[in-house]
Nanobody
């Protein structure tokens, strides 16, 4: 059974930084595309960033230039480096793994439990 576990969330002031981690129970990141989603209170879950098996990355427009998705060489962890954080980045952040790029949550096979990010002064 594949498990994804997020960590690294917390409370940060506007303009600050956080790095989220998504660890897998196995070397699935060498076989799957990995995505970070987020869900703010009262809003739908939103695709934030993805990284393909080949390392190609995509970002939603609202985080371009501020967030970076990358993975370690051991293929067991994917990170989301978040800089210049804004209050509107406040959400629960989830990582997910799937076979192909999609904005549809149902196309991702594995999900983590989420980690809370709060940006507030």
């Amino acid at each position: 059974q594949v498990q994804l576990v997020e960590s690294g969330g917390g409370l940060v002031q506007p303009g600050g930084s956080l790095r989220l981690s998504c660890a897998s129970s196995g070397r699935i990141f060498s076989e799957y595309l990995v995505a970070w989603y987020r869900q703010a209170p009262g809003k739908q879950r939103e695709l934030v960033a993805t990284i393909s098996r080949g390392g190609t990355t995509t970002y939603v427009d609202s985080v371009k230039g501020r967030f970076t998705i990358y993975r370690d060489n051991a293929w067991n962890t994917v990170y989301l480096q978040m800089n210049s954080l804004k209050p509107e980045d406040t959400a629960v952040y989830y990582c997910a793994a799937g076979n192909f790029w999609s904005q549809k949550q149902r196309d991702y096979d594995y999900w983590g439990q989420g980690t809370q990010v709060t940006v507030s002064s």
